[in-house]
């Protein structure tokens, strides 16, 4: 197993909740993950959308650009159409070295909704899954064929988000599709991350670490809240400070000699979790398990 440490921004500034350290500047962001230990970053909101200007950013802070999300509209969208999207977005994220492109069906997700419970989110059916997935194949062979990797991303609130959708996702994808892997948005969508993990480990191609507190998930769907409310009351942590044991995951990465990044992720409130102090307890805990 061949593997870096990165850090999303998102601890320190939330791209959907601007409450959420929307006035925390990234020069902070960045110069904190490096403090922290990391040495990659996945893209936020604040970062440059000019290649040159992402590239200086990157390097001025010593970090590499571990994934960037791409928000897919494959739904609504023609494949000719979502291509043309793509080719610029994968363009530029090679400029600056990166070479995994996080892919998301956000056409109709209800992650961002403060006003949609959990309950509405998107559901496709099995043939219009099919259809789904056999456009994203055509995604996935020309990001391949421009030296990049799409990963697609199972969310919370999104039309991939249970077991049993990942694995209809999977069913129609040819063998080479592979999943951005989060822990946390598969426990919190119902699965055993460590089983999940075991099922899918041929179809891992990018791995999101962030840990879940039990009370915090039950509640949410109990009282079905919206995605943004569970995230405001706490659901997400970074590794360690939750229910997830981690150490069993990382031996299935080191069985299938996993190559690439792990990222860690943690939606919640700086002012409440400070950014720094647990970016660094997530480093700490993961570098000693690996």
């Keep these: ?162 077991p049993d959708e990942i694995d209809m996702f999977l069913k129609y994808t040819h063998d080479e599709v592979g999943l951005a892997f989060d822990t946390g948005h598969v426990y919190f969508g119902g699965g055993n991350p460590l089983e999940e993990i075991k099922k899918h480990k041929n179809r891992i191609s990018h791995v999101h670490f962030k840990d879940v507190r039990e009370d915090e998930k039950e509640e949410a769907i109990l009282k079905d809240k919206s995605f943004i409310d569970a995230v405001l009351a706490g659901v997400y942590t970074v590794p360690g400070d939750g229910v997830i044991d981690f150490a069993p995951i990382v031996a299935v990465l080191k069985e299938i000699n996993y190559k690439g990044w792990i990222v860690v992720e943690a939606e919640q409130d700086p002012k409440v979790a400070n950014p720094l102090e647990y970016a660094t307890k997530a480093y700490s805990y993961i570098t000693k398990i690996i």
């Design 1 to 162: 197993m061949e593997v870096k440490l990165a850090k999303a921004p998102i601890a320190w500034s939330n791209d959907d909740l601007p409450q959420l350290g929307g006035d925390t500047p990234l020069e902070t962001c960045l110069s904190e993950i490096r403090q922290a230990g990391y040495v990659g970053t996945e893209m936020g909101g604040k970062f440059p959308t000019d290649k040159v200007e992402l590239k200086k950013v990157l390097r001025d802070f010593n970090l590499e650009l571990a994934g960037a999300w791409f928000s897919g509209s494959l739904l609504t969208d023609s494949v000719e159409d979502e291509l043309l999207r793509l080719e610029k977005f994968i363009d530029d994220k090679l400029y600056v070295g990166c070479n995994v492109i996080v892919y998301c069906e956000c056409s109709n997700t209800i992650q961002a909704k403060q006003e949609m419970r959990l309950s509405t989110k998107p559901v496709l059916s099995e043939d219009e899954m099919k259809i789904y997935a056999l456009n994203y194949n055509k995604l996935f062979d020309f990001a391949k064929q421009k030296g990049a990797i799409l990963s697609y991303h199972h969310h919370m609130g999104t039309i991939i988000q249970s």
